[in-house]
């Protein structure tokens, strides 16, 4: 095996003989004891020749040589840059993270039939709520049925979930049978309506103050200042006045009478919400046709009658009651005699469609009613 002689750099007295597979390891000068990496020398001096001078000291082993056959690998050796770059400092160490304690996982999560039972006890409320709502009673009785059922569905469960299931389905049992037969503890109307009273057939006599009624017959004469005559929707009612008649005349000239005449105001109410009556004659201002006074003594009272081209302003014709609408009509009689009291009126009920005559028997007084004559 070849040889080489490095020597040392420092002392330039000292030196190694080495194999050639020895360059760039480590070596131990043996003069100066400095460590140098083993590389060939040029110019060796003569006293390095074997035969001429005295032999070198052999090559001190280091550690990284001792692992080698005839010597120890050299180090590597750093380059000009590498040699002048800054060392990096070193990454501090994180402390270590406080103990964060580990998630229970032994308690157990709600099951579905704690989900159910709860949410049928829940469910309690809204469905007594929801029967004060438009049609309240088909939705509580629906709400009731399902909380039932869910309560029930629940009770083969354990523990508390049973105890809620048991609660809900009692509550809601509770809740279909007051919403079901005794609708009355929630303010609510009976399943089934009350049957109506029969309306009665007759005719009917209305008290003013009171709106009491009370059955009439046809042969009965009622007291207009008391009551009305009422059959089904149709209610009539009469006042009557003496005084003088404002006339109407050509070019709209105007004039007061001097005789005094009966003032005879006839009204018809529509006392029902879903029908119009039809009017016809006295009823519709057509006239005095179908109407027939008398005074005290019996005697009959004519319809008044005026000179040719003047009359009482003429009213306006109504064919028709509709519900909540009162017509009114007026119609003039000859004045009764200065000393009687009352004057009755017989007038026609086909008018209204009632099929018998319609009695009153009316006070004289001496006021002016207001409003259109036919």
Not at 215 to 244: E, F, M
Not at 304 to 319: L, N
Request: contains cysteine; charged residues 20%.
């Amino acid at each position: 095996m070849s040889t080489i002689v490095a020597i040392c750099p420092y002392c330039r007295a000292g030196g190694v003989r080495a194999p050639k597979s020895a360059l760039g390891a480590v070596a131990t000068c043996p003069k100066c004891k400095s460590n140098f990496t083993v590389i060939q020398s040029e110019n060796v001096p003569a006293n390095w020749d074997d035969e001429a001078g005295p032999k070198p000291a052999p090559v001190t082993e280091t550690r990284a040589m001792a692992a080698m056959p005839d010597v120890t690998e050299p180090s590597p050796v750093l380059t000009a840059g590498e040699a002048k770059k800054p060392r990096r400092k070193p990454k501090p160490v994180a402390e270590p993270l406080p103990d964060v304690p580990e998630r229970d996982y032994s308690t157990p999560r709600p099951d579905l039939a704690t989900v159910c039972a709860l949410g049928a006890l829940i469910l309690v409320g809204p469905t007594v709520l929801a029967s004060q709502l438009p049609f309240g009673r088909f939705i509580a009785a629906v709400l009731a049925l399902t909380g039932l059922v869910g309560g029930l569905a629940c009770l083969g469960a354990e523990g508390q979930t049973r105890k809620f299931a048991a609660g809900a389905a009692v509550l809601h049992f509770l809740t279909l049978v007051v919403v079901v037969f005794l609708p009355g503890w929630l303010n609510l109307d009976p399943w089934v309506p009350p049957a109506k009273p029969e309306e009665p057939k007759g005719p009917l006599a209305v008290e003013h103050a009171t709106n009491a009624t009370a059955p009439v017959s046809p042969s009965d004469w009622l007291d207009a200042a008391k009551y009305a005559w009422q059959l089904g929707d149709a209610r009539v009612t009469v006042r009557s006045a003496v005084g003088p008649v404002e006339l109407h005349g050509p070019k709209d000239a105007k004039r007061t009478t001097k005789e005094q005449y009966l003032f005879l105001t006839l009204q018809v109410r529509n006392m029902g919400f879903d029908r119009e009556i039809p009017l016809s004659a006295w009823a519709a201002g057509q006239g005095a046709e179908g109407v027939r006074v008398t005074d005290a003594a019996g005697k009959p009272l004519a319809p008044a009658a005026f000179e040719p081209g003047w009359a009482p302003a003429p009213g306006k014709p109504i064919g028709r009651a509709v519900p909540g609408q009162t017509p009114e009509v007026t119609l003039l009689f000859a004045a009764p005699p200065a000393k009687t009291d009352f004057v009755r009126v017989q007038l026609s009920g086909a008018a209204v469609g009632a099929p018998d005559e319609i009695k009153f028997r009316t006070g004289v007084v001496g006021v002016l009613p207001r409003g259109p004559v036919p």
